[in-house]
């Protein structure tokens, strides 16, 4: 098939979007456990900082996508949580106290929330089904891309400017604000609102009835209702991605053990920027495999990598392991990430499509709340080692029950 016909100008837009968003993430990602720590978070609070940033990501992910298919509307959600995530990072640089810190990761992640159902569903709603893996891998390549070049840049300014962290809070605001006004070049389509399921007279998970006080304030969360109203098909591929979430904590910890064996700061920038370019170069073949082979095997095939990595990581103690660890990791991003929500997306209608991945989401962060916490938990309780040997473990029985229950 022409390439040219899959990928719509929509597409190349929104991932030239997320290319200059994750730029400017990404610029601040590697160094933010150290600048943490410099500030005297330790393994245990920075893995609840992650935590709950994740938590935010998760539970307005699912509210926003509800709200998006419910309206019928999707670029005023991209829009808008493009912009929160990058106001987010000149927020970090007033103030070092750890609520300040909280409240401005939280506000990055409040930002991803909202805009991710509705920009995965424009891009759901913008490729057929035979061509999901690649569209999801295409777009998650270009994201990818922008998260090698943010670390190269960030590593290129520490040359000049050891240390000096603040500064690069700031710069990055400049890559953000411009994947911001990108993306007023993408056209909403007309889209009628999302018929609704009757759940009752008048009402339906989409669209709950209408109440006062306490009530009214739960529907926040009533698009969790999602779960009882989808296909069994849907609830047995998400229980195990679900499952694989349990042991999938924050990144954030690998990098804290490449930093606790001893590895310089720029050369645990450097692994990162590795892992990227890897991610970034695997994202569309595994499309691509995806579309052949299914996006089960793809799926199981990443997982494979994950156990590989952190079982490997209970027990690196080289540059060199590092570095290949860290390969093997960007090839189980590449494996998993996009393919995930182009899996969803093909097995739910189409005007659902932001509802069920926001429900995911929700589901997936706030599990990777739970891990991450505990993740801190067991390192500061019972050594590195230990929680990167559960996470494998952990991850592996989720291979299993993917490889055996969902379809």
Same mark, same amino acid.
């Given at each position: ?129 035979? %061509? ?155 499309? %691509? ?46 494996? %998993? ?71």
């Amino acid at each position: 098939m022409n390439t040219h016909k899959i990928f719509t100008r929509t597409i190349w837009t929104l991932g030239f979007v997320s290319l200059f968003s994750d730029i400017a993430s990404e610029m601040l990602y590697p160094i933010m456990p150290i600048y943490l720590k410099s500030i005297g978070f330790t393994a245990l609070w920075i893995g609840i900082l992650e935590g709950i940033a994740e938590a935010v990501v998760g539970l307005s992910k699912g509210y926003f996508g509800k709200l998006s298919d419910e309206k019928g509307m999707r670029m005023p959600f991209v829009r808008m949580g493009y912009f929160l995530s990058s106001i987010s990072k000149p927020m970090m640089t007033l103030f070092v106290f750890p609520l300040w810190i909280f409240l401005a990761r939280a506000s990055d992640r409040l930002g991803k929330g909202m805009r991710t159902g509705a920009r995965d569903a424009v891009l759901s709603d913008e490729c057929s089904k035979e %061509n999901k893996g690649k569209v999801f891998g295409f777009h998650r390549a270009m994201d990818t891309l922008g998260a090698a070049i943010g670390p190269i840049a960030a590593l290129a300014y520490l040359y000049f400017f050891p240390q000096d962290y603040k500064s690069l809070f700031l710069i990055a605001f400049a890559p953000a604000m411009i994947g911001v006004v990108l993306t007023f070049f993408i056209k909403e389509k007309k889209k009628s609102p999302t018929p609704t399921l009757p759940i009752g007279e008048g009402a339906s998970y989409l669209n709950p009835p209408q109440r006062g006080g306490f009530r009214r304030g739960m529907d926040f969360l009533s698009y969790f209702s999602y779960w009882k109203k989808s296909s069994p098909e849907y609830r047995q591929v998400v229980a195990g991605l679900l499952l694989f979430a349990v042991f999938n904590s924050s990144d954030v910890f690998l990098l804290l053990m490449a930093k606790q064996i001893g590895i310089a700061d720029d050369k645990i920038i450097m692994v990162y920027i590795f892992y990227n370019l890897i991610y970034a170069l695997f994202s569309l073949p595994f499309g %691509n495999l995806a579309d052949r082979i299914g996006m089960k095997k793809t799926f199981a095939l990443g997982l494979f990598f994950f156990c590989i990595t952190y079982a490997g990581m209970a027990f690196v103690q080289s540059t060199l392991m590092l570095f290949a660890l860290f390969f093997i990791y960007g090839l189980y991003a590449a494996a %998993n990430e996009g393919v995930s929500k182009a899996w969803i997306s093909k097995i739910v209608p189409q005007g659902e499509t932001a509802t069920a991945i926001g429900f995911f989401a929700s589901g997936s962060s706030i599990v990777t709340m739970i891990s991450s916490a505990t993740a801190g938990l067991i390192w500061v309780s019972a050594g590195a080692q230990t929680a990167f040997v559960v996470s494998a473990v952990g991850a592996f029985s989720a291979l299993i029950y993917i490889a055996l229950k969902a379809k």
